[in-house]
């Protein structure tokens, strides 16, 4: 039997069939008329940039929203996803970014939980250990069940989500962005479960903005900006070029032709900094770098190794306990402790890697969220009160200069999408013009 | 996990006014079963809480207490705190409240009197306040366990006091002698009767000003000023503070305080005003219906306003309510003020969702007709 048949192509409907979704959250038309085919044993993968609406999409099909408008079909029936429940009862499995996992108990209960097969515990088990032990062999993802879960690595543990989706009956695999916290080697191991998946019928969409990956993996590849669907096109005929720039919506040079730094003096010089979380183990251990003047210094790692804990040291979220730091002739170390807003009047500027933690506070309007870390200052206080017709009158400006959507000071920042809340956030540290950044 | 928006006049208006509606409707049922008539009871609590002169003061004293209480959980509550120990930092409040007055009523006049009587019982609310506050921020025991055994630890204190410190010789019941002259707050109806409008006699005093002085003076800590943004930021998003430079353990101590010396200002009301000395279990509840209040307000000075006057009305209606109609007895006047407390409280956000669906709908099926008209337009 051969796919490439057109004919038989015609008579299978597609795994998902989405028509005409509209999402809007307040002003932020999130998912604009989208349609999107994902045939039935195929890697489909969707990329787009932060804010495109990817994510509203999925959570669409996942059930956390629900759409304004539109249709799903699912194998070409229509259905109502209201809830998560109801998407698994479609055969829809979802493997989140970040797990949703139970550390404290076995891979086996955490596979069952939610989804046991009577009121007795001992017999779901019996049951569900046979169903899991099926799974692993049919599907090549070898794991053991009574493993703690919290001890297994990244790697395992997202097998255990795609053993948890496929116990509950999934034939459409959603995973978000499944490599971010992956080693390549983990990646690797990922990509050829992927393959196993498909082979066995399994349809799989893959949400990235990872370039590589959807050449790598994928048959489709679906692109997404401003909450349309721009372009799908098949793996095979397309290139990175083409996928950037329909991304993007301009072209995009992926190489840049650019002359050596000519870096200056050190701004930031880190000396043995070490971190240790509250069961004394080392999180930073003995880390040092310089920084200087003109140059950019990129830290690369799989997360979880101490980047997190490094920035926030730097930063000045977390006071420097072991070890000593330089900023721009400051020295920072247990005996001089500066927070956050000390190290921003040094002239170091930080954008938070999770703006919706960190960056932001999504319940304060826009123009509150524009003076986080410079409430104090005194341009926007008028004696104990605060200046409300300055710090409007700085985030229009910061709006403006940096072109963030709508350009509403009053707007919620929740409202806004992704990329425009970065936006802001960076306009936020940039318009110091810092010296770190 | 809710990104849907309602205008502010469902989310602040009409939902609080359904759940009204639901707790009467409730009561009613229950007015019903004991073989009373439920629109006889409704008459009689109105006029009991705005009929008349008298009943209006006693309302409007009942919520100078609430208003207070309802602005300490109010401010607790923007820090992402969850204060139910108003009621022990407004006794403890009324101690120091009392104390100053013991010693200094015989000096100064009331006015001059009334700064240090603040001070005096904003300190002590503020410190009985303080040690919740500091074991939460700096310790990790639960704001919400801590506050309410104060509560208790305040009460067994105030009747050790009240009977073997600070009780009038010779007197048989538990209470401080009664205040002079000079420590005495002006009622309304002689602040009234001064401007020469006669207005009858209730216990309703001066209090009720500096309520409303302290309801302006929170509304600008919390929204314009860059303490209260830090206050703010920490309840919505304290990782986010942190970011900001916030020194949030002293932020989180500093709100605990605010919010035990409001509380305490029920001491200024009831010792100075209506009691005009220390007795037991003056505050009489103030406290947790404060919960109720901030909850129902939105934690706002405002709507905090409205809804302390709604159960100062249910709390003189309610009294009114029990000796017009012999059946209806004081506990089940109680009954009636819990459900309005479950409805608006705890239950507060009940109907929301269903709201939300229903105003989502609307909007979408609004929007759809002007596309319509938009695309009839173009051709």
New interface residues.
Partial sequence: MTISNPQQAADQPPAIDLRKINKR??PVHANRDVDLQVGRGTVHGIIGENGAGKSTLMSILYG??EA??GEILINGKAVKIRASKDAINAGIGMVHQHFMLVDTFTVLENVMLGAEASSSLRHSMVDARKELQRLSEEYGLAVDPDAMTGDLPVGLQQRVEILKALYRGADILILDEPTGVLTPQEADQLFSILDTLRSRGVSVMLITHKLQEILAITDHVSVMRAGTMVADRVTAETNKEELAELMVGRKVLLHVDKAPAQPGDVLLQADNLTVRDADAVARLDDVSLQLRAGEIVGIAGVSGNGQTELLEVL???RPVEDGKLNVNGTLIDAANVL??????HLSVG?V?EDRH????????SAR?SAI??F??EPE??RG???D?AAITRHCQQLMDEFDVRPGNPDL?S??FSGGNQQKLCIAREMERQPKCC | ?S?R?LPAWIDIGLIPLINICLAFIVSAGVIMLIGESPLEAVQVMLFGAFGYGEGIGYTLYYATNFIFTGLAVAVAFHAGLFNIGGEGQAYLGGLGVGLICLMLDSWLPWWALLPFAIAAGALFGAAWAYIPAYLQAYRGSHIVITTIMFNFIASALMVYLLVNVLIEPGSMSPQTRSLAEGATLPYMYQVFAAFGIEIEQSPLNVSLILALLACVLVW?LIW???WG??I??IG??E??A??????TRRTIVISMCISGALAAMVGINEVMGAQQRVLLEFVAGAGFTGIAVSLMGRNHPLGIIAASILFGALYQGGAELSFEISTITRDLVVVIQGLVILFCGALAYMLKPTLEKLF?RYT?SKA?RQDNLAEEAQS
């Fill in positions: 959250f307040g956390f929203y304004d408008s930063s000045g979220i927070d956050a807003k000390d190290l921003r930080h938070a933690r960190l960056g932001m506070v999504t319940a304060f509150e986080m870390g409430q104090d926007f206080n104990l009160l605060t409300g919620k929740a409202n | 996990m990104n928006t600008l314009h000023t860059r943004y830090a703010r930021m919505f998003n990782k986010a942190v970011y900001s430079g916030i020194n989502l979408l759809a």
